[in-house]
């Protein structure tokens, strides 16, 4: 199983950008796919999920409003849509897929695979 994610990069205060991850070797409808964040000598942070075949969709709170998560199954693809980007939003961002059920929170233990991480710089 691969995950690829692509997308990241520096951008000022209150600009946008869209992270993408392309999966391969993996039933990829069958999946919940997430994004995680991390930066140094934090813990893993749950961004946003998707589910695979409902499409029910679950978002941190500090990114609530602000980030769009979307999957598309005939390519494999999931994508994060990030507006209003603040200078906290900096951080390695990682996709992520989970067979888990939703137990109403997402933990970065409940998924089983994880992309190399694409890095979001936000300057003030």
């Known amino acids: 199983v691969q995950l690829q994610a692509s997308g990241g990069g520096l951008v000022q205060a209150g600009g946008s950008l869209r992270l993408s991850c392309t999966a391969s070797g993996l039933k990829f409808s069958s999946y919940t796919m997430g994004w995680f964040r991390q930066t140094s000598g934090k813990e893993r942070e749950f961004v946003a999920a998707i589910k695979g075949n409902s499409g029910f969709r679950d978002y941190g709170a500090s990114v609530n409003g602000r980030f769009t998560i979307s999957r598309d199954n005939a390519y494999n693809t999931v994508a994060l849509q990030m507006n209003r980007l603040e200078p906290e939003d900096t951080a390695v961002y990682y996709c992520?897929?989970?067979?888990?059920?939703?137990?109403?929170?997402?933990?970065?233990?409940?998924?089983?695979?994880w992309g190399q991480g694409t890095q979001v710089t936000v300057s003030s």
């Open positions: 992520a897929a989970s067979k888990q059920l939703y137990s109403g929170y997402w933990r970065p233990s409940d998924f089983t695979y």
